[in-house]
C-alpha cells in the first residue's frame, strides 16, 4: 500500500501570498489531519477531515483552511503569508480518525520570507 | 498552554544502555497516550500506545509506563540501538473531542 504523499515537498512563497498544500492519504482511509511543525512548538494541530466534513478545528487563525475531495486527497491552504507562517506542515491519514493509528505524511517545508 | 510537555530538547545514551524519554502532561480527560518517532525527511511514525487505564505497554524493546497521579508518562527502549536515533514526540487524545496534542518532541542521539 502507498504510504501518505504530500506536495510539494518545498516551497518558498513571500508575504502576503497565499499558498496550497495537497495531501493523497493512504488508500482507503477517511480521515485526513494537519498539523504544523515549528522548533519549540512541536506538532500543532490545524483541522481534520472525514468524508469531506471539518469535523475538528485547532486553534488556528481564519488564513488557515482546508478541503477533502470526494477521493479523501485534501489541501490545505494559507492566506495572506506571515513570516511566522514557516514551518513544516505534516498530513496525516488514519481509517476512520478517533484513536485509529495515524499515518504521517513526509510533510511541506513552507518558507517564506 | 502547552498541555503535553516534554522538558527534555534532548538526550544522549550509550549503545546497549537504556534511553528513557519524559513527557508530563495536564488533562487527566486524556484517554489515550502515544509515542510517535520521527527521523530527518520524514514524517512521524507510530511507536507505541498506552490506555489511560492502563500503567504499562510493552512492545519488543519499547515499553511505555503511564503515572497517573504524576500525570506522567515515559517512554523505556531497551537496549538502545544507533538506528534509534530520532525525534520522539508523545501525544494524548481525547475521544471527546477527537483531537491530538502532540509534546515538543526529544532529540535521542545513541552513540556507538
Known amino acids: 500500500k502507498a504510504g501518505v504523499t504530500q506536495t510539494p515537498r518545498y516551497l518558498i512563497k513571500t508575504r502576503g501570498q497565499q499558498v496550497t498544500l495537497s495531501c493523497s492519504p493512504i488508500?482507503?482511509?477517511?480521515?485526513v489531519s494537519w498539523y504544523q511543525q515549528t522548533p519549540g512548538q512541536g506538532l500543532q494541530f490545524l483541522f481534520e477531515y472525514f468524508s469531506e466534513t471539518q469535523r475538528n478545528k485547532g486553534n488556528f487563525p481564519g488564513r488557515f483552511s482546508g478541503r477533502q475531495f470526494s477521493n479523501s486527497r485534501s489541501e490545505m491552504n494559507v492566506s495572506t503569508l506571515e513570516l511566522g507562517d514557516s514551518a513544516l506542515y505534516l498530513c496525516?491519514?488514519?481509517?476512520?480518525?478517533?484513536?485509529?493509528?495515524?499515518?504521517f505524511g513526509p510533510g511541506t517545508r513552507l518558507t517564506v520570507l | 498552554d502547552q498541555q503535553v510537555k516534554q522538558n527534555s530538547p534532548s538526550l544522549s545514551v550509550q549503545e546497549g544502555r537504556i534511553s528513557i524519554l519524559n513527557c508530563d502532561y495536564t488533562?487527566?480527560?486524556?484517554?489515550?497516550f502515544l509515542w510517535y518517532k520521527k527521523y530527518p525527511a520524514e514524517g512521524p511514525t507510530f511507536l507505541i500506545s498506552i490506555s489511560s487505564i492502563k500503567d504499562k505497554n510493552e512492545d519488543g524493546r519499547f515499553t511505555v509506563f503511564l503515572n497517573k497521579s504524576a500525570k506522567h508518562l515515559s517512554l523505556h527502549i531497551v537496549p538502545s540501538q544507533p538506528g534509534d536515533s530520532a525525534v520522539y514526540f508523545c501525544a494524548s487524545f481525547t475521544s471527546g473531542t477527537y483531537k491530538y496534542i502532540f509534546g515538543t518532541g526529544t532529540r535521542l542521539k545513541v552513540l556507538a
Open positions: 496525516a491519514s488514519s481509517s476512520r480518525g478517533g484513536e485509529d493509528t495515524q499515518y
Open positions: 488508500s482507503g482511509h477517511r480521515s
Open positions: 488533562n487527566s480527560m486524556f484517554d489515550y
